[in-house]
């Protein structure tokens, strides 16, 4: 479902697991809302964040061009 509830829900998941130190779940539950919810912005801000973290600097930056193409409009 395409529900910015569930999205936000994920988001608190993920920045829970993230903040834990366990960033594969942490990216597990932004790739979920990002499957459900596949145009939020703040997903693929905090995915790319937690690949960062993990030091994954490509998929961060992939991630980074997404939301800022949703953010932009294009």
Known sequence: AKDPKNANA????????RTQGKHDLAIAEF??????????????????????????????AADERKAQMLKSGK
């Open 31 to 60: 790739g979920a809302g990002i499957r459900d919810n596949p145009n939020f912005e703040t997903l693929y801000r905090e995915r790319a964040a937690t690949y960062r973290l993990a030091g994954k600097p490509d998929l961060a």
């Open 10 to 17: 994920r988001i608190t998941r993920g920045i829970v697991f």
